[in-house]
């Protein structure tokens, strides 16, 4: 079994950071990944990486401003945020799967999610 833990959500201005973690206990799957969903719109996968060679994705809409990585304990998935925007306002899953979620748009683990307020 595996469990995704988010932590770092939170209020920030138009243009502000914040970085969110995801600690994962249990057996280490081959992809982690960051979706975003906000009222009345679709879920979205924001960004990806694998474990086998750290390579990232990104959508489209955060490119250059999110970047992925996992933490020095190898556990921990890591989403720095900058030039955030009202638009990135939504709760953001952290989730986990054998295959890449920013491919497929599915994964088969999930965690409780953690809100992110852009907002002046």
């Known amino acids: 079994q595996v469990q995704l833990v988010e932590s770092g959500g939170g209020l920030v201005q138009p243009g502000g950071s914040l970085r969110l973690s995801c600690a994962a206990s249990?057996?280490?799957?081959?992809?982690y990944a960051w979706f975003r969903q906000a009222p009345e719109k679709e879920r979205e996968a924001v960004s990806c990486?694998?474990?086998?060679?750290?390579?990232?994705y990104y959508a489209d809409s955060v490119k250059g401003r999110f970047t992925i990585s996992r933490g020095n304990a190898k556990n921990t998935v890591n989403l720095q945020m900058n030039s955030l925007k009202p638009e990135d306002t939504a709760v953001y899953y952290c989730?986990?799967?054998?295959?890449?979620?920013?491919?497929?748009?599915?994964?088969?683990?999930w965690g409780q999610g953690t809100q992110v307020t852009v907002s002046s």
């Open positions: 989730a986990a799967d054998s295959l890449n979620p920013c491919e497929s748009d599915y994964a088969e683990y």
């Open positions: 249990g057996f280490t799957l081959d992809y």
């Open positions: 990486i694998s474990t086998r060679d750290d390579s990232t």
